[in-house]
């Protein structure tokens, strides 16, 4: 390979690795939806939306009509791409609306018994995603 090749080619292929990796973080597909439970949506259900690759959660609590938003980042919205396993847990309501990741987890709260959530696992696409899921009876 000559000097001039190398001169081209190894700058290019530095700069194809650092495409995307700006300030602005891994890319992020948004994931939105509703928890449902007896047809009903189910409010203040914490959601662990964890990449089956590794790398950091996302999170997300329902509201008073079960909807949810999945958040990276407490300002940045989404989950990482890929697939996803899917974790659960009833909440207190939070105090002020506000969702922290440095705090612990709310304490558990009065819920459904004998219950598990469907889907368990998720792929997570670039753009919108809406992913619903719901409380069935354990088998």
């Not at 696992?121 to 809406?130: D, L, R």
Request: with cysteine; aromatic share 6%.
């Amino acid at each position: 390979m000559s000097v001039l090749n190398r001169c081209i080619l190894f700058p290019c292929l530095a700069f194809s690795f650092l495409a995307g990796c700006g300030k602005d973080g891994p890319p992020l597909g948004s994931v939105h939806g509703v928890v449902m439970h007896d047809g009903k949506g189910l409010a203040n259900v914490a959601l662990e939306i964890t990449p089956t690759a590794g790398g950091r959660p996302s999170l997300a609590v329902t509201d008073e009509e079960g909807k949810y938003e999945a958040y990276y980042l407490h300002n940045r919205p989404g989950a990482l791409l890929g697939e996803h396993e899917i974790s659960y847990q009833m909440s207190s309501p939070p105090s002020d609306g506000e969702v922290d990741e440095t705090m612990p987890p709310p304490p558990k709260a009065n819920g459904p018994k004998n219950v598990k959530l469907e889907p368990r696992q998720i792929t997570v696409e670039s753009g919108s995603n809406e992913i619903n899921f719901e409380l069935v009876p354990k088998s």
